[in-house]
Protein backbone atom coordinates (compact mmCIF):
# COMPACT_ATOMS: atom_id res chain seq x y z
CA UNK A 1 0.00 0.00 0.00
CA UNK A 2 1.28 3.20 -1.08
CA UNK A 3 0.38 6.54 1.34
CA UNK A 4 0.51 9.91 0.04
CA UNK A 5 0.23 12.47 2.92
CA UNK A 6 -0.56 15.98 2.12
CA UNK A 7 -2.00 19.34 3.57
CA UNK A 8 1.18 20.64 5.81
CA UNK A 9 2.60 23.80 5.91
CA UNK A 10 2.85 27.25 8.11
CA UNK A 11 0.23 28.36 10.31
CA UNK A 12 -0.15 30.61 13.21
CA UNK A 13 -0.66 29.14 16.79
CA UNK A 14 -4.47 28.91 17.21
CA UNK A 15 -4.90 28.32 13.33
CA UNK A 16 -5.52 25.38 12.02
CA UNK A 17 -4.71 22.83 9.35
CA UNK A 18 -6.60 19.59 7.60
CA UNK A 19 -3.71 16.85 6.73
CA UNK A 20 -5.32 13.77 4.19
CA UNK A 21 -3.02 10.72 3.61
CA UNK A 22 -4.36 8.75 0.43
CA UNK A 23 -3.84 5.45 -0.71
CA UNK A 24 -4.51 5.75 -4.95
CA UNK A 25 -5.56 2.95 -6.49
CA UNK A 26 -5.62 0.57 -3.40
CA UNK A 27 -8.29 0.14 -0.81
CA UNK A 28 -7.70 0.18 3.04
CA UNK A 29 -11.09 -0.10 4.09
CA UNK A 30 -9.80 -3.05 6.73
CA UNK A 31 -6.85 -1.36 8.12
CA UNK A 32 -6.78 0.67 11.03
CA UNK A 33 -4.86 4.07 9.91
CA UNK A 34 -3.11 5.92 12.44
CA UNK A 35 -0.76 9.88 12.09
CA UNK A 36 2.63 9.62 14.25
CA UNK A 37 4.76 12.78 14.15
CA UNK A 38 8.11 13.42 14.87
CA UNK A 39 9.49 16.67 15.97
CA UNK A 40 13.52 18.00 15.31
CA UNK A 41 15.52 15.98 17.77
CA UNK A 42 12.89 13.83 19.10
CA UNK A 43 11.24 10.57 18.51
CA UNK A 44 8.49 9.42 16.39
CA UNK A 45 5.40 9.62 18.39
CA UNK A 46 1.68 8.45 17.97
CA UNK A 47 -1.34 10.75 17.77
CA UNK A 48 -4.51 9.46 16.42
CA UNK A 49 -5.49 6.25 15.02
CA UNK A 50 -8.83 5.13 13.74
CA UNK A 51 -10.06 1.59 12.93
CA UNK A 52 -11.50 0.17 10.28
CA UNK A 53 -14.52 0.21 11.68
CA UNK A 54 -14.18 4.38 12.87
CA UNK A 55 -13.51 3.91 16.52
CA UNK A 56 -10.62 6.02 17.39
CA UNK A 57 -7.58 6.35 19.90
CA UNK A 58 -5.63 9.93 20.74
CA UNK A 59 -3.03 10.52 22.73
CA UNK A 60 -3.73 13.32 25.33
CA UNK A 61 -2.18 16.54 23.85
CA UNK A 62 -4.08 16.62 20.73
CA UNK A 63 -7.68 15.12 22.48
CA UNK A 64 -10.35 18.09 21.72
CA UNK A 65 -8.32 19.54 19.25
CA UNK A 66 -7.65 17.34 16.44
CA UNK A 67 -9.79 15.08 14.71
CA UNK A 68 -9.16 11.67 12.79
CA UNK A 69 -11.66 10.78 10.05
CA UNK A 70 -11.64 8.41 6.89
CA UNK A 71 -13.63 8.10 4.14
CA UNK A 72 -13.31 4.98 2.31
CA UNK A 73 -14.83 5.30 -0.84
CA UNK A 74 -11.96 7.88 -1.35
CA UNK A 75 -9.14 6.19 0.02
CA UNK A 76 -8.67 8.83 1.91
CA UNK A 77 -7.76 9.61 5.42
CA UNK A 78 -8.14 13.09 7.09
CA UNK A 79 -6.52 15.14 10.10
CA UNK A 80 -7.91 17.88 11.32
CA UNK A 81 -5.75 20.05 13.74
CA UNK A 82 -7.14 22.82 15.35
CA UNK A 83 -5.89 25.19 17.95
CA UNK A 84 -2.80 24.41 16.67
CA UNK A 85 0.46 25.13 19.52
CA UNK A 86 4.11 25.52 18.48
CA UNK A 87 4.87 22.37 20.08
CA UNK A 88 2.32 20.57 17.16
CA UNK A 89 5.44 21.44 15.21
CA UNK A 90 6.94 18.02 13.29
CA UNK A 91 7.11 16.35 10.36
CA UNK A 92 3.27 13.81 10.41
CA UNK A 93 3.28 10.87 8.85
CA UNK A 94 0.51 8.34 7.47
CA UNK A 95 0.56 4.17 8.08
CA UNK A 96 -2.34 1.75 7.74
CA UNK A 97 -1.92 -1.32 10.06
CA UNK A 98 -3.29 -4.61 9.60
CA UNK A 99 -2.67 -5.79 13.24
CA UNK A 100 -5.81 -5.76 16.41
CA UNK A 101 -6.81 -2.50 17.56
CA UNK A 102 -5.68 -0.96 19.39
CA UNK A 103 -2.99 0.43 16.80
CA UNK A 104 -0.89 2.57 18.69
CA UNK A 105 2.35 1.52 18.32
CA UNK A 106 4.89 1.63 15.49
CA UNK A 107 5.05 -2.03 15.54
CA UNK A 108 2.06 -2.23 14.66
CA UNK A 109 2.17 -0.34 11.35
CA UNK A 110 3.02 -1.96 8.11
CA UNK A 111 2.66 0.85 5.51
CA UNK A 112 4.43 4.32 5.98
CA UNK A 113 3.51 7.97 3.56
CA UNK A 114 6.20 9.81 3.18
CA UNK A 115 5.65 12.83 5.58
CA UNK A 116 4.30 16.53 5.23
CA UNK A 117 5.81 19.02 7.50
CA UNK A 118 3.27 20.97 9.90
CA UNK A 119 4.83 24.54 11.33
CA UNK A 120 3.63 26.26 14.06
CA UNK A 121 4.57 29.68 14.65
CA UNK A 122 4.15 31.60 17.59
Known amino acids: VQLQASGGGLVQAGGSLRLSCAAP????????MGWFRQAPGKEEEFVVS???????YYTDSVKGRFTISRDNAKNTVYLQMNSLKPEDTAVYFC?????????????????WGQGTQVTVSS
Open 95 to 111: AAASSSWPTITLASYDY
Open 25 to 32: GRTFSNYA
Open 50 to 56: ISSGGST
